[in-house]
């Protein structure tokens, strides 16, 4: 089955930078958007950044010019560089990809940002 391995989530202090990085593994099937979500404590889960196999992004209005995300096709994985971090943006980030015509989702990493 597919699996989404994901990492770099951790503690960070407002203001600064993290990077996070998910590779899908385990299928032979063509993966086309791949994306970011998050939850936070008490919310529903919700959209951060998607990304195309042509690079076409979208973002959440919250994390407009602060966030990034890339994605490298050859090594099936997607990356969202955060900055200038901010105590909101706390939460479990989930990655997900669309395999197949399937929604593929990791397990999950935490980010904490300090005040």
């Known amino acids: 089955q597919v699996q989404l391995v994901e990492s770099g989530g951790g503690l960070v202090q407002a203001g600064g930078p993290l990077g996070l990085s998910c590779a899908a593994s385990g299928t032979s099937f063509r993966i086309d958007v791949m994306g970011w979500y998050r939850q936070a404590p008490g919310k529903q889960r919700e959209l951060v950044a998607t990304?195309?196999?042509?690079?076409?992004?979208k973002f959440a209005d919250s994390v407009k010019g602060r966030f990034t995300i890339s994605r490298d096709n050859a090594k099936n994985t997607v990356y969202l560089q955060m900055s200038s971090l901010k105590p909101e943006d706390t939460g479990v980030y989930y990655c997900n990809a669309v395999i197949g015509g399937l929604d593929a989702w990791g397990q999950g990493t935490l980010v904490t940002v300090s005040a």
């Open positions: 990304i195309t196999r042509g690079s076409s992004t």
